[in-house]
């Protein structure tokens, strides 16, 4: 047995429960988070301690049907003994929980768009199972957290920002879905620093286009006309005084920033929490979002500053698995 701090949180993610039915605490649960390029798979024992571990590469070229066999293949590898009573999976893509399918996706996984994620996984893998975007899951044991400290009104605004910028919003210990999963989905909020700049998602002027790590890297191209291979090269010019590269991190952060702070005047939360890739870039990125953020906060949120994550590598399994406690279970069969 692995000795592991990460255990799903008493009282689950603060989501809703449906007319699925919703698995029990104190059972052994499968945690699944499905990246375009990587499945990651754990055991979860009834006190919440990691039973095992399991990754495998995501077949994203070889369509839906494949991805959900190799989802499946990770739930096997996992609980070889068929311990677990459920499944909970946190996936890339806008996922409605309530009927399980994947209503959009980019092309980072191929056809991804338009899957019975649930009723599909349920079908490989005799589990009953409970999904959710990834985003939304990883935030939910930060929600429990919260709500812990704060009973019935801990409200949360969770960004990540890394390839994309994907997000999710609890108001008062309840996680928000909205019409077909779209919830949190803060990438696509208006930004003024990407005015007419195409978004992946087909409309024009979207945070992700100027806040996102490649969104940061192709304004620094814009601005100096030379090809970067990542957002690390922009991060190690901005830290050698290149003044190009300065400009696009910080336009970026602070773009993240008045959109944060926007949405917390509207929605209140008691904490934000700044997680993904390219915060880890360093304090240039941080304290220009930071600076931005409380720039835009109303009298009574003058306190708030973003936060880091709580939770580790783990937060997406975790999260995963505590799916089965507050979200429907679509169950085996129900694609035949």
Known sequence: MNDDRS??????????GGTGGTGGTGATV?????????????????????????????????????VLDALAGAATAVDPGRLATTLGIAAAGVVDPRTGMVTSATDSIL??????????LADRTGYPVACDNDVRATAGPELAALTAQHPGRGSLLFVAVGTGVGGAVAVDGRMLHGASGLA?????LSSPEAAGLPCTCGATGHLEVIA???????HYERLTGAPVDRLETVAARAALGDAAAVRAITTGAAATGRVLGGLAN???????????????????????????????????????????????????????????????LHHPGALR
């Open 7 to 16: 255990r799903p949180p008493a009282g689950g993610t603060g989501g809703t």
């Open 30 to 66: 499968i945690g699944l988070d499905l990246g375009g390029t990587k499945i990651a798979a754990a055991l979860f024992g009834p006190d919440g301690a990691i039973l095992a571990r399991h990754t495998r590469a995501t077949p994203a070229r070889d369509g839906a049907a494949a």
């Open 212 to 218: 996102s790590g490649p969104g940061i890297a192709a």
């Open 111 to 120: 056809g991804w768009a338009g899957t019975a994620l649930g009723a599909g």
């Open 184 to 188: 949190g989905h803060l990438g696509h």
């Open 266 to 328: 509207a929605l209140g939360p008691n904490r934000v929490v700044v997680g993904g890739g390219v915060p880890r870039i360093g304090p240039l990125y941080g304290d220009a979002l930071t600076a931005a953020l409380t720039a835009e906060l109303m009298p009574p949120l003058r306190g708030l500053v973003p936060r880091a994550p709580r939770f580790g590598a783990d937060a997406a399994v975790l999260g995963a698995a505590a799916l089965t406690t507050t979200l429907p």
